[in-house]
């Protein structure tokens, strides 16, 4: 298959394996990476789907399907629609396993029965799932064994395997924002720009806002604006590598003044500057009071 031909294709990802190896937190770590996903889809509907997303035209470049023996009877065809799909798409089986006595722990801490187990044992359902399961895991292109993986190894995993190269593994948000229209909600840190002289105080800057280059060299002239920068950048390279292994995806950082329009979008802009040398982190910037004087 020519680059070319997988470009218009896509890229497809078949996520499936024994219950309770952790099916639920790849799927939701996929869709955090921005892949189209869709869960307990019946094999034999994956052409269908597929041809939906060509027609698309690119808009769903990168799609993946969770197949698994919640679909009873009708799992059975996966071998076959696996070797039919990979005859002419780029598609790649993952899956998912774990030790029996791991599985049964699992099984047994949120009380629902195994899918195969019947009138017998949780162990009896894995055995018959492994069973049935033998033809797909010997196709498969990635096998990942959780038994030893909790939530978060294995959505870093899923991170490393399958995020686009030189992706950002965390965003944060720097907003700027007026202390008189009231305190943003739903953040994870505040900074006070009101340490710094205002700019409103000057006839020929009250006008203008933190955008323009005049206010933001005003606030950065200012004693203690560089060195506020230099050390609140340097405060927060660590923290945001640390939601990195933790896989918190966002964050956000509020930067406040009186009314949000001239020091804390000139000291958010220039934040943000510094932040982007972060590893693994991108950054937006966002003004939530600009323009309500």
Not at 41 to 57: D, F, I, K, Q, V
Not at 88 to 94: L, S
Not at 137 to 160: G, K, W, Y
């Amino acid at each position: 298959m020519t680059d070319q031909t997988r470009r218009e294709t896509g890229e497809v990802l078949i996520v499936t394996g024994m219950s309770g190896a952790g099916r639920s937190t790849v799927a939701n770590a996929l869709e955090d990476l921005d892949w189209y996903v869709v869960d307990n889809l019946p094999p034999m509907m994956l052409r269908p789907l597929l041809e939906l997303t060509e027609l698309a035209a690119g808009a769903v470049p990168r799609v993946a399907v969770v197949v698994d023996v919640r679909g009873r009877e009708l799992f059975g065809d996966l071998p076959e629609v696996m070797r039919t799909l990979r005859a002419g798409r780029q598609v790649r089986v993952v899956f998912l396993d774990a030790a029996d006595d791991v599985l049964v722990r699992r099984f047994e801490s949120v009380r629902r029965p195994h899918p195969l187990q019947r009138d017998g044992t949780i162990l009896d359902g894995i055995r018959r799932e492994r069973e049935r399961l033998a033809p797909v895991r010997e196709a498969a292109d990635v096998l990942i064994d959780t038994s030893s993986n909790n939530i978060h190894q294995l959505t870093t995993r899923v991170v490393e395997l399958f995020g686009e190269q030189a992706a950002a593994r965390h965003t944060v948000n720097l907003m700027s924002f007026g202390f008189k229209y009231g305190l943003p909600t739903d953040v994870d840190m505040v900074a006070d720009m009101r340490f710094l002289p205002n700019p409103y105080w000057n006839d020929e800057l009250r006008g203008l806002t933190g955008e323009d280059e005049r206010v933001r060299d005003y606030v950065l002239g200012q004693p203690g604006a560089p060195e506020f920068l230099d050390a609140y950048a340097a405060a927060l390279a660590p923290v945001l590598e640390g939601y990195q292994h933790e896989n918190k995806r966002q964050s956000v950082v509020a930067i406040g003044c009186t009314g949000g329009k001239h020091r804390s979008v000139a000291m958010a802009r220039e934040l943000a500057e510094r932040l982007r040398s972060v590893p693994g982190v991108a950054v937006r910037v966002t003004h939530r009071d600009l323009g309500r004087e």
